[in-house]
């Protein structure tokens, strides 16, 4: 993993021939799916861009960014603000088998209603976890050896209308994965005492 951090770059050249397949695209997702999330009420959705003709679609909405079409496939990440009304389908199963109490369960669910108590706090919960699982999904398709790119930049409400988004669900960034053509530039990071301050 050390690696994969150390060396991962941000890829916009992807070879338009080469195509990720299907069972490690579900994969990728599947390990996407495993990032943590306040009280595991996992705040996002993924919505595959893989056939051309979806891509196409996708393309002017990305400002006609060509890795959207080169690229072998493409995940919109799209945060959730309504992800408090899992809460049963994720804590009915646990008081089921035994891993938690009712009460346990019913203090967990006050706190989750407090936390989403105004449109405000829900959007609040979604934009802190949905990006959780955009990296995760970045880091687990570069441990398989795909490249990723991340594109924060696109036509959100556009994306919204063409794609029928439902309203709880924001999009936040789009990922592009494949095989890379051409070396990304080189970039640095600042040194620690320019970002971390020790308390």
Known sequence: MKDIILNRKNTTSFDPN???PREDLEEILYLAGKA??????????????ESKESKERL?????????????????????DTEADLNFDDIYNPLVEKGYITNLIKTKIKRQVERAHETSY??????LINAPLAAITLVYAAESKGYNTGIIGGFDKERFKDTFYVPENLIPIMIIPIGKRIAEPHYSERFPLDRTTFWL
Do not use: C, G, M, T
Request: hydrophobic share 50%; proline share 5%; aromatic share 18%.
């Open 18 to 20: 080469f195509k990720v």
């Open 36 to 49: 943590p999330s306040s009280w595991n009420l996992q705040h996002w959705k993924f919505f595959v861009f």
């Open 59 to 79: 393309l002017p909405i990305a400002y006609y960014q060509r890795q959207i079409i080169d690229s072998s496939a493409v995940v919109a990440v799209l945060a």
């Open 121 to 126: 706090d829900s959007l609040e919960q979604a």
